[in-house]
């Protein structure tokens, strides 16, 4: 399958640049793959979508201050850096900007009470740094970095909470897990009082996020892993709706490939961590998610992959079409859409 496959017409206009206020007053394209009805609505409709005993699955990951900026001690020359992956205390993967004066070797000061070096060398711009820092790292992090938002946002956030789930809270992600940005601490006590239930799992949102689909033929495409995690109760929560028929409800990609990552083939999802560099595209046959709630995506990219897997590729871009005929807002900071 061809990565121009996936393309569609999107106006620049449509790109969300600032998030909505409230969070859930933003727009809902709900589609329903049995009856093909297509409803037009806002977020905070969503509970007349959903029913009594739905599991809805969200991404409880926070956005590090992951962007840095470090002076070269021999040159004096500013390069920036993208934290995305930690491989131990001390060490992480990253993707700098200017990437050529980025060279194996280079030692660079971050603040007056840390260090990096650049200990390898990667595509991309990728490089990994080992610091070497007196005192916390992470509140080191939290003093210089800034949280970094993605490549085609051009305005200033003036509350960079609103770059947060309500529900973040553990540190380690370069990106929001964006759908979950819609819901309010207020619609889901309304969930919860209808009888929808929550189960959190955890994926820090790293590398592929950033990189497009650069081969003409996506089973050519190399995803980058990303670090994920379910807890037993997460994962007995998930399995006990499974075994009563109940919807399971990804909030978003990334629980998508969590769950998907975490189940064996009859679909049983099992505590545990690890790195997880899951690609699905059409045809995949989902084991655990039965229903997604998700942003509109950049096209070409594997996050659109994954949803035509969903819903079909056909079907997704004609969805798409009609998003920008009725002009919903588009990637982050945009509208919602709910396929069951």
Not at 8 to 33: C, F, M, T, V
Not at 82 to 109: F, M, N, Q, Y
Not at 293 to 311: G, R, Y
């Amino acid at each position: 399958m061809n990565k121009h496959d996936f393309y569609y017409y999107l106006p620049k206009e449509l790109i969300a640049q600032s998030p909505i206020e409230p969070r859930d007053g933003s727009r809902l394209l709900a589609y329903n793959r049995t009856s093909g009805d297509v409803s037009h609505l806002h977020f905070y409709d969503l509970p007349s979508l959903l029913r009594k005993g739905d599991l809805l699955v969200i991404n409880n990951t926070k956005v590090l201050p992951a962007k840095v900026t470090g002076i070269k001690t021999d040159t004096g020359a500013k390069i920036s850096f993208l934290l995305h992956r930690r491989i131990d205390k001390d060490t992480w993967e990253t993707l700098c900007r200017p990437a050529k004066r980025a060279k194996l070797g280079s030692v660079l000061e971050f603040a007056p009470d840390m260090t990096g070096e650049i200990i390898a060398e990667g595509d991309e711009g990728a490089r990994t740094l080992k610091f070497t820092y007196g005192g916390v790292f992470e509140e080191i992090l939290n003093r210089i970095g800034e949280v970094p938002l993605p490549h085609y946002i051009h305005k200033q956030l003036k509350n960079i909470d609103r770059y947060q789930t309500v529900y973040a809270d553990r540190s380690g992600s370069s990106a929001a897990p964006t759908a979950g940005l819609h819901f309010t601490d207020r619609l889901i006590s309304e969930l919860k009082d209808m009888g929808v239930e929550f189960a959190e799992v955890l994926l820090h949102v790293g590398l592929g996020t950033f990189l497009p689909v650069k081969t003409d033929d996506i089973e050519d495409h190399k995803m980058h892993s990303e670090y994920y995690s379910v807890t037993r109760a997460a994962a007995d929560r998930i399995n006990a709706a499974r075994a009563e028929g109940r919807r399971v409800i990804a909030v978003g990609t990334t629980s998508v490939r969590v769950l998907e990552s975490s189940s064996t083939p009859d679909g049983t999802v099992h505590e545990g961590s690890g790195d997880t560099s899951i690609f699905i595209y059409p045809p995949y046959r989902f084991k655990v998610v039965d229903a997604l709630i998700t942003n509109f995506h950049l096209p070409e990219s594997t996050l659109i992959m994954l949803v035509s897997a969903l819903a079909g590729r056909e079907k997704t871009l004609e969805l798409y079409k009609t998003a920008v005929e009725q002009k919903y807002r588009f990637f982050s900071f945009g509208d919602a859409m709910l396929i069951e």
